[in-house]
């Protein structure tokens, strides 16, 4: 097992892609690239050669590099199974229960729908890295596109249980909107509110607020707190199921 070297790529307007080095192999991929030309070169700059690219799920804004990168590298490009139809120049799946390496470093995978109903997550214990698409956001989760709110809640379930230092990098800086929605479903808690101040402070001087570590996101995402008594007496459905609060706050950021 190995540690990975994780650099962040901004993309587009508010996209990240990610490299992840093996430093032991010098295999890298490119994760999640919406486009080809600022990932190459953010490659070149380490003086790392691009070997694979990672998908989490078929989106433009995350595929839309796929391309690029594998004529310019030869790199193999690597998707969710039930996404191979729709991910451009897909070589290779990933499934849950199967374990995928990159060189010496090993990702457990998660099937994680809602957002789309093929979306995937890769989890480097050894790197305590996280990779989770449109799924989880920092202080938010994705939208749904292709799924239920029964799939999603399941879905943020499954990374919710990973360690309090597991480190969430997703596809967007969204955080700063994310907290303001959050403020206003969850006016009265101390750990959102604290957070939300260095978010803004983060964003003011254009600094990233991702990766975000999971203990944090327990705290104060409202997105995994749907079975939190306290939250769901705060949008007004104490003693309802857990799923039944979680559709009602993704329905309120549908409309926020
Ligand atoms: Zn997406
Ligand atoms: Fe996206």
Same mark, same amino acid.
């Given at each position: 097992?190995?540690?990975?070297?994780?650099?962040? %790529?901004?993309?587009?307007?508010?996209?990240? +892609?990610?490299? $992840?080095?093996?430093?032991?192999?010098?295999?890298?991929?490119?994760?999640?690239?919406?486009?080809?030309?600022?990932?190459?070169?953010?490659?070149? +700059?380490?003086?790392?050669?691009?070997?694979?690219?990672?998908?989490?799920?078929?989106?433009?804004?995350?595929?839309?590099?796929?391309?690029?990168?594998?004529?310019?590298?030869?790199?193999? %490009?690597?998707?969710? =199974?039930?996404?191979?139809?729709?991910?451009?120049?897909?070589?290779?799946?990933? +499934?849950?229960?199967?374990?995928?390496?990159?060189?010496?470093? =090993?990702?457990?995978?998660?099937?994680?729908?809602?957002?789309?109903?093929?979306?995937?997550?890769?989890? !480097?214990?050894?790197?305590?890295? $996280?990779?989770?698409?449109?799924?989880?956001?920092?202080?938010?989760?994705?939208?749904?596109?292709?799924?239920? /709110?029964?799939?999603?809640?399941?879905?943020?379930?499954?990374?919710?249980?990973?360690?309090?230092?597991?480190?969430?990098?997703?596809?967007?800086?969204?955080?700063?909107?994310?907290?303001?929605?959050?403020?206003?479903?969850? /006016?009265?808690?101390?750990? $959102?509110?604290?957070?939300?101040?260095?978010?803004?402070?983060?964003?003011?001087?254009?600094?990233?607020?991702?990766?975000?570590?999971?203990?944090?996101?327990?705290?104060?995402?409202?997105? $995994?707190?749907?079975?939190?008594?306290?939250?769901?007496?705060?949008?007004?459905?104490?003693?309802?199921?857990? %799923?039944?609060?979680?559709?009602?706050?993704?329905?309120?950021?549908?409309? !926020?």
């Amino acid at each position: 097992m190995a540690k990975l070297r994780i650099q962040q %790529v901004p993309c587009l307007k508010d996209n990240y +892609a990610y490299l $992840l080095h093996c430093t032991q192999t010098g295999a890298t991929a490119a994760l999640d690239p919406s486009e080809a030309e600022p990932v190459l070169e953010a490659a070149a +700059a380490q003086g790392w050669r691009i070997s694979h690219v990672l998908n989490t799920h078929h989106h433009w804004d995350h595929v839309g590099g796929n391309g690029g990168i594998k004529s310019a590298t030869g790199a193999r %490009v690597v998707g969710p =199974e039930p996404d191979r139809e729709r991910i451009p120049e897909i070589d290779e799946t990933v +499934a849950e229960g199967r374990p995928f390496r990159l060189g010496h470093a =090993e990702a457990e995978i998660f099937f994680i729908p809602g957002h789309t109903r093929g979306h995937m997550a890769f989890w !480097f214990p050894e790197s305590r890295a $996280l990779f989770c698409g449109d799924t989880l956001f920092t202080l938010g989760c994705g939208r749904l596109f292709e799924g239920t /709110p029964q799939q999603m809640w399941a879905s943020l379930l499954k990374l919710r249980a990973l360690p309090d230092d597991a480190q969430v990098h997703c596809g967007h800086e969204y955080t700063e909107s994310n907290a303001r929605f959050a403020l206003a479903i969850d /006016p009265d808690n101390a750990a $959102l509110k604290r957070r939300a101040e260095q978010v803004k402070a983060a964003r003011a001087e254009g600094r990233p607020t991702v990766p975000a570590g999971m203990a944090e996101e327990r705290a104060t995402n409202p997105f $995994l707190r749907a079975d939190d008594p306290r939250l769901a007496a705060a949008v007004g459905m104490a003693g309802a199921p857990p %799923v039944q609060v979680f559709a009602e706050i993704r329905r309120r950021k549908d409309n !926020f």
